[in-house]
T-cell receptor
Framework: KAGVTQTPRYLIKTRGQQVTLSCSPISGHRSVSWYQQTPGQGLQFLFEYFSETQRNKGNFPGRFSGRQFSNSRSEMNVSTLELGDSALYLC???????????????FGEGSRLTVL | SQKIEQNSEALNIQEGKTATLTCNYTNYSPAYLQWYRQDPGRGPVFLLLIRENEKEKRKERLKVTFDTTLKQSLFHITASQPADSATYLCALDMNNFNKFYFGSGTKLNVKP
């Protein structure tokens, strides 16, 4: 079974630009969540989608947004990039279906964003 | 607000010894707690999950304990090997649609 795939793996942007990151979850997983990881703040929850609906959102400004498609693939977008947005953005998928939900998150390798 | 503390200092141990990592939390009673391993430049990998009504969970050389009174989880790696060197993260569920709070992680160095 293929794992969680994130693209692109690395990207460099300048302040003020916007970026879109993509995540393909494990086949059969309907929940996709996004995390930002920085050396200073660690892993921080951005948002979670299930069946194309955002079920939960972390404490990030509105510049951070996401969506999920009918095939469970997800994208996140960051607009008006700031230097502090430089981070590793991790996508995680999980089964999240009733009694089958073990809560285990399967992470991708991440998209490393550098904002200059 | 939720606070999760893991020892930010690296843990250096000799091969063959038991590594013990600590995760303390405040202001919340999670239904379960998870441990992940993260290697440099990679995404975290799930290791173990322990529920609030479980005191201990084992998987091969790994053991996790969960004390909801102390609000603490201990993660043990017995007979440690250099390949166990990595950063270990604990994560608490928020009973809220796969929203997890992660600790900052403890870097484990196992020396041959």
């Amino acid at each position: 079974k293929a794992g969680v795939t994130q693209t692109p793996r690395y990207l460099i942007k300048t302040r003020g630009q916007q970026v879109t990151l993509s995540c393909s979850p494990i086949s059969g997983h309907r929940s996709v969540s996004w995390y930002q990881q920085t050396p200073g703040q660690g892993l921080q929850f951005l948002f979670e989608y299930f069946s194309e609906t955002q079920r939960n959102k972390g404490n990030f400004p509105g510049r951070f947004s996401g969506r999920q498609f009918s095939n469970s693939r997800s994208e996140m977008n960051v607009s008006t990039l700031e230097l502090g947005d430089s981070a590793l953005y991790l996508c995680a998928s999980s089964l999240s279906v009733g009694s089958q939900n073990t809560g285990e998150l399967f992470f991708g390798e991440g998209s490393r964003l550098t904002v200059l | 607000s939720q606070k999760i503390e893991q020892n930010s200092e690296a843990l250096n141990i000799q091969e063959g010894k038991t590594a013990t990592l600590t995760c303390n939390y405040t202001n919340y009673s999670p239904a379960y707690l998870q441990w992940y391993r993260q290697d440099p430049g990679r995404g975290p990998v799930f290791l173990l999950l322990i529920r609030e009504n479980e005191k201990e969970k084992r998987k091969e050389r790994l053991k996790v304990t969960f004390d909801t009174t102390l609000k603490q989880s201990l993660f043990h790696i017995t007979a440690s090997q250099p390949a166990d060197s990595a950063t270990y993260l604990c994560a608490l569920d928020m009973n809220n649609f796969n929203k997890f709070y992660f600790g900052s992680g403890t870097k484990l160095n196992v020396k041959p």
